[in-house]
C-alpha cells in the first residue's frame, strides 16, 4: 500500500516564477492537508482539502497561494510569483473519510528554492 | 491562538539512558499525535492518544495523554543510537482536522 507520494522532492524556481507542487493521498484517503515547514521552524498548517472542496484555508497567505484537490488526479498547491521567503519544505498530508482522530500521514515533501 | 510547547529542544545522551519529553499547551485537544521526523523526510506517525489519561507503549516508548487533555509526554527507554531524530507532537484542534504542531525535540543518542 503506498504512502502518500509527493513530487517534485526538490524544486528550484527564480523569483517570479511559479510553483506547482502535486501530492496524490493514500490510497483510499479523500482528505489532503498541506503544510509548511520554515528552516528551522515547525510545521504550519496551510489549508485542508476534499475532492472539488477546499473545507480550510485558513493557514494560506492571502496572495499568490492557491490549492486544488479535483476529482481525478493529485492535489496541487499552487504559488505565483514566488518570492525568497516562500522557500520552505511542503509536506502534504491524508487521512480517510471520517477520520475523527487527528490522524493524517505525511508525505516525503517538496523542497522549494527560491534563488 | 492554541500553542504547543515542546521540551526539552534539544536532548543528548548515551546509549541506554531513559529520556522524557514534553507537550504542553493550555488548550484542549480532542486528539494528540507524536511523529518522528529524519532530515529531508516526512513525519512518520508513531502512536495517537484520544482519552484523557491515556497511556500506550510501543516497544520502549511510552506515550502519555494529560487527564485535562492539554499535556502528553514520550518516554523513551534505554535510548538506541537509532532513536535520533526529530520528535514532534500536534494537537487536533477538535472538529477541523488541523493539526497544531509544537517546535519539536531534536533527540541524539550516542553509542
Known amino acids: 500500500n503506498a504512502g502518500v507520494m509527493q513530487n517534485p522532492r526538490h524544486l528550484v524556481r527564480r523569483r517570479g516564477q511559479e510553483a506547482r507542487l502535486r501530492c496524490s493521498p493514500m490510497k483510499g484517503h479523500s482528505h489532503v492537508y498541506w503544510y509548511r515547514q520554515l528552516p528551522e521552524e515547525g510545521l504550519k498548517f496551510m489549508v485542508y482539502l476534499q475532492k472539488e472542496n477546499i473545507i480550510d484555508e485558513s493557514g494560506m497567505p492571502k496572495e499568490r497561494f492557491s490549492a486544488e484537490f479535483p476529482k481525478e488526479g493529485p492535489s496541487i498547491l499552487r504559488i505565483q510569483q514566488v518570492v525568497r521567503g516562500d522557500s520552505a519544505a511542503y509536506f502534504c498530508a491524508s487521512s480517510p473519510q471520517g477520520a475523527s482522530k487527528g490522524e493524517q500521514y505525511f508525505g516525503p515533501g517538496t523542497r522549494l528554492t527560491v534563488t | 491562538t492554541q500553542l504547543l510547547e515542546q521540551s526539552p529542544q534539544f536532548l543528548s545522551i548515551q546509549e541506554g539512558e531513559n529520556l522524557t519529553v514534553y507537550c504542553n499547551s493550555s488548550s484542549v485537544f480532542s486528539s494528540l499525535q507524536w511523529y518522528r521526523q529524519e532530515p529531508g523526510e516526512g513525519p512518520v506517525l508513531l502512536v495517537t492518544?484520544?482519552?484523557?489519561?491515556e497511556v500506550k507503549k510501543l516497544k520502549r516508548l511510552t506515550f502519555q495523554f494529560g487527564d485535562a487533555r492539554k499535556d502528553s509526554s514520550l518516554h523513551i527507554t534505554a535510548a538506541q543510537p537509532g532513536d535520533t531524530g526529530l520528535y514532534l507532537c500536534a494537537g487536533d484542534v477538535g472538529g477541523y482536522n488541523k493539526l497544531i504542531f509544537g517546535a519539536g525535540t531534536r533527540l541524539a543518542v550516542h553509542p
Open positions: 492518544v484520544v482519552t484523557g489519561g
